[in-house]
DNA sequence: CGCGTTTGACCCGCGC
DNA sequence: GCGCGGGTCAAACGCG
């Protein structure tokens, strides 16, 4: 079935036989003992129920940060810690639509912030997203939309008010808002993020016994919208697969929560938002055209990224250019 | 009563 | 053109 992973490549989630290769089911790097541990054995034990945890931990480790803009790359050995890391693989976004498997070797994200009972990998998506042109497209068509549900309550019985446009139709071809899928190991479906979610719908996946989630961010006007469904290979596994960008900060971030939502203390909560959910497509595609100016990278970071400083921009630099050497042929 | 979930219907894009 | 599958809508329902 060829059709079966173009979802998974339209978000470059790893799916399938690649999830088995993101979850180990044994720590790599030795740690023989097993105390300290992150491996997967001891996570299914204790469900992952907050989210925001796989954030936090220990110290935000700024690798994370990378990959989860699309950086991802072989860590530079600063990056990692001695023990207790679980290797895996990650999908890349080598732009324009174009990915890569990159292996575990030095790419462990043993270094991530995981808590004990969660694990989490990221991979951000979507080629050449324009976000502020898509939204404009999208916008125009919601309004088509709109104007078609009014034609249609109004001239009930009379032609079909199919006629609109379809050469504009055609033009504004469905694109979607960038998304960001996360694939997190837990027990429960909807991992508390910090927002507020209204589940609109539900549907069976195909060749998969349990369905799809869709939700929606309940703020007026915020666009977000999340998926969560699992692997059928590993029902512990959970995809969520964020798309768009909340237009708000966290409810829980606005309470002054710190209990559940808020973002580690080593993060801006402005930052925390842009890495939960900016995508940074031009970032993999000036990599990819063997741009290995630094400088270059920073400049595409949005603005909250940019304003944050990064602990070691030599660190930064090692994960560009890794991360470049990796993306050559 | 307000808010969230459930669920069948509908729409749309895509492959054949 | 047709069928399939994904995504969304919206009425019905449940819960606090």
Redesign the pocket.
């Known amino acids: 079935m ?2 079966d992973h173009e ?1 998974a490549d339209r978000y470059h989630i790893p799916f399938h036989d690649e999830l088995s290769s993101l979850f180990p089911q044994k720590p790599a790097g030795g740690d023989a003992n097993g105390t300290g541990s992150l491996g997967f054995d001891q996570q299914a034990e204790s469900p992952l129920v907050n989210f925001t945890d796989a954030f936090r931990g220990s110290n935000m480790d700024y690798g994370v940060i990378a990959r989860a803009l699309g950086l991802s790359c072989p860590a530079p050995s600063k990056f990692l810690r001695s023990s207790g890391t679980a290797s895996r693989e990650l999908m890349v976004d080598v732009g324009n639509g174009r990915k890569s498997l990159v292996p575990s070797l030095g790419c462990s994200l043993g270094a991530t912030p995981m808590t004990p009972n969660s694990s989490i990998s990221s991979s951000s998506t979507e080629a050449a997203g324009e976000e502020a042109a898509e939204r404009c497209k999208k916008d125009e068509k919601k309004q088509g939309e709109e104007q ?2 009014q034609a249609k309550g109004d001239e009930e019985g009379g032609d079909k008010p ?1 006629t609109l446009s379809t050469a504009k ?1 055609k033009a504004e ?2 694109q979607r808002e960038p998304a960001f899928a996360f694939v997190t190991k837990s027990e429960v479906d909807h991992l508390e993020d910090g927002y ?11 060749n998969s016994p349990y369905p ?1 989630s ?1 939700y929606r961010c ?1 703020t007026q006007k915020c666009p977000v ?1 999340k ?1 969560v469904e699992r692997s059928y290979q590993d029902p512990k596994i959970v995809v969520t697969t964020y798309e768009g960008k909340h237009t708000h900060q966290s409810p829980a971030a606005v309470r002054g929560s710190t209990h559940l939502v808020a973002p580690p203390t080593t993060m801006p909560v402005s930052f925390y938002h842009d890495l939960m959910m900016h995508q940074v497509p031009q970032l993999s595609n000036t990599c990819q055209q063997g741009n290995t100016n630094p400088n270059m990278y920073l400049a595409n970071l949005p603005p909250a990224l940019q304003q944050h400083q990064f602990p070691e921009y030599g660190l930064l630099q090692d994960v560009l250019f890794s991360f470049d050497h990796g993306s050559q042929p």
Do not use: D, L, N
């Open positions: 060829p059709g979802e078609k549900k199919k139709k071809k469905r507020r979610w209204r589940k609109y719908g539900q549907k069976a996946v195909k799809r869709y309940t919208k998926r």
